[in-house]
Structure formats: structure tokens, C-alpha cells
């Protein structure tokens, strides 16, 4: 028995939680019978689906010291296996998150990357949003511009200043299309991740965002529960799901903006916009600026316009399923 195998299985365990990436414990998986059984046995994960799903070489790869050791044993190990084995066909790849964890039976935490975003916006324009989800949308926070800039002499437009009717129509279309684009975009999420939430009940948290940062979808133990008693529920009755996304309950739209707002930094933005979402029926908005800035408290600039739009005048709006 050499050092490595003295080391006990509870610190190799947790030596894998910390490289977390999901195509690095599938390699582990081929190094020995040991490695294969406590590789599973990881309980906060990070799956990054363009790597898994069809990505090239050239792809970035998680660049932590442990994650380099262990890059470093399986080139090694690679580079041996044709001489001890005939060559075998290529494995098929997974085609869903379901199935790239299907071995994994102990995940507690999940953090899904995908590729990019979901809105397709106007140059210059940019949605940030993060979404709350049970069975379908708790909550949603949104934030919105239709362009940045640098101008140390901007005016602002006044907090106080009283908004007349023609005013907040002006530019509604645009905010309405920004807010749907992002339910959709959640929707779409979270739907993507129905078989994983069916399959691993031990999970206690759920994050899906993508790499441009654009939007995140989470989900707690009691919104987990809550979405595999209602599929249980669906399941029983024989009901037939075609949607390609969750469907978006009635909600209530709580929104705030500013034609121009200035930022501390200098930074100008264009047609600021907050939403705050909630279905239908939760009818407290005391809590909009608690849910606001606990989306956006570790993003500087963002979190700098949740602050000032929420002095801002409130407009509610309601808005069918869909």
C-alpha cells in the first residue's frame, strides 16, 4: 500500500468537494474502484454544461491548484491505458444535466454555468434579473437600461419629481418586453432542471446562471419539495407536459424608473428600470427593497441602481399566465 492509498476516505472526500467540477469527477471516476465509489460520493458540485455537452479543447477549464493535481494524474493515467487495453468505443455523450449526474447520489449543493444568456436585446441595452422558484416563480427582481455611459455633467432626473401619466407610458412598451424576456429566460431554467430536482432529493440548494452573469434561477429544500410533490401529483393524473419552459403564473409587476440616472461612479443610465415580481395574490410589496437588494448586494453598479430606484415613484401592473 502506497501513501496515497493510507490517505482515509473522508479527505479525499472532501478534496473532491472542493474541485467541485463536474467533468473533473467524472475523470476521477476512471482512475480506480476507489476513486470511482468516493467520486460520487461529492456533495457540492459545479456543472458547466458547454464543457460537458459537445465543447472542444479549447473550452477554459477550472484552473484551481487541486483541480491542476488532479488534471495532472489523469494525463498521466491517459497516456497508459493503450497499453493495457484495446481501444473501446467512444462514450456517448449526455444529453441532459439528469444524465451527467446520474451517478452522483449525495449532491447537498448545485451550481449550474450555461453557455450564455437568454435575452436578445437592443445594442447597448442590458437585462440583469434573478428568480426565485418552488413549483413555479416565487420571485423575481429585475434590472434594466437601454444604454451606459460616462458623463460627469449629466443632469439627473429629480427623485421627487412628480411623474405624470404620459411620462411612465413613455417607454413602457420596452420595460414590459425587458420583464418578459427575463420570465422567460427563468422559466426556460428552470424547467431545464426538472429530472435533477426529481431525481435528488438530498439537494438543498439549487443555482442556475449563466457565464455572462446575465440571470440566475435558485432554488432552497422547501421550493425543491414543493415542485416534486407537484409533479407527483401531475404524474398520478397522467397530465401531458409539451412546454419547453414553466409556465409563468398571474403575477404582479412592481415597477420603478428613471428616465436618466446617475451613479456615484459617473455612470449614466438610460431608462433605469427596477421590477420586482410576485404571482398574483402576495399582496405585501413591503418587502420590495429586502428582496431588491439582497439580488444585487455583491454587484456594485447594479446594486447602486436598486438603491436609487427604489426611491423612485411605484407603478403596479398585472400580468396573465403564460
Given at each position: 500500500m ?49 464543457q ?5 479543447e ?16 489523469f494525463?498521466?493515467?491517459n ?16 444529453k ?21 444568456g ?25 434590472v434594466?437600461?437601454?444604454?451606459a ?15 405624470t ?10 420595460r ?8 422567460m429566460?427563468a ?21 442556475v ?30 397530465f401531458?407536459?409539451?412546454k419547453?419552459?414553466t ?11 428613471a ?13 433605469a428600470?427596477l ?16 428582496l ?8 456594485c453598479m ?21
Amino acid at each position: 500500500m502506497d501513501a496515497f492509498d493510507a490517505i482515509p476516505n473522508h479527505v479525499i472526500i472532501d478534496i473532491l468537494n472542493r474541485v467541485g467540477d463536474v467533468k473533473t469527477l467524472i475523470r476521477c471516476r476512471s482512475v480506480s474502484r476507489r476513486f470511482n465509489s468516493l467520486a460520487t460520493q461529492s456533495d457540492s458540485l459545479l456543472l458547466q454544461l458547454d464543457q460537458i455537452l459537445g465543447a472542444g479543447e479549447s473550452e477554459p477549464e477550472i484552473n484551481s491548484p487541486v483541480s491542476s493535481f488532479f488534471r495532472s494524474i489523469f494525463k498521466s493515467i491517459n497516456g497508459l491505458l493503450p497499453i493495457f487495453s484495446t481501444s473501446a468505443k467512444p462514450a456517448e455523450t449526455p444529453k441532459s444535466p439528469a444524465q451527467i449526474l446520474a451517478g452522483f447520489n449525495r449532491i447537498r449543493s448545485l451550481d449550474v454555468e450555461l453557455y450564455g444568456g437568454d435575452a436578445n436585446l437592443e445594442k447597448g441595452a442590458a437585462v440583469k434579473w434573478k428568480a426565485e422558484f418552488g413549483e413555479t416563480l416565487k420571485s423575481s427582481v429585475i434590472v434594466a437600461f437601454r444604454s451606459a455611459t460616462v458623463n460627469e455633467s449629466a443632469t439627473e432626473s429629480p427623485v421627487n419629481a412628480a411623474e405624470t401619466d404620459s411620462e411612465f407610458v413613455c417607454g413602457l412598451k420596452t420595460r414590459v418586453v425587458w420583464t418578459i424576456n427575463a420570465l422567460m429566460a427563468a422559466s426556460t431554467r428552470h424547467h431545464l432542471m426538472r429530472d435533477v430536482v426529481k431525481e435528488h432529493r438530498e439537494m438543498e440548494r439549487l443555482t442556475v446562471r449563466d457565464r455572462e452573469g446575465e440571470g440566475t434561477v435558485v432554488m432552497d429544500a422547501a421550493g425543491m419539495k414543493e415542485y416534486r410533490e407537484t409533479e407527483a401529483r401531475a404524474d398520478e393524473k397522467g397530465f401531458e407536459r409539451v412546454k419547453e419552459r414553466t409556465e409563468m403564473p398571474n403575477v404582479r409587476m412592481s415597477m420603478r424608473h428613471a428616465p436618466l440616472l446617475k451613479l456615484k461612479s459617473g455612470i449614466c443610465l438610460e431608462a433605469a428600470t427596477l421590477v420586482v415580481v410576485r404571482p398574483s395574490g402576495v399582496t405585501s410589496d413591503d418587502n420590495d427593497a429586502e428582496l431588491a437588494t439582497e439580488a444585487f448586494a455583491a454587484d456594485c453598479m447594479y446594486g447602486e441602481a436598486v438603491m436609487s430606484l427604489l426611491k423612485r415613484r411605484r407603478n403596479v401592473l398585472e400580468m396573465n399566465s403564460f
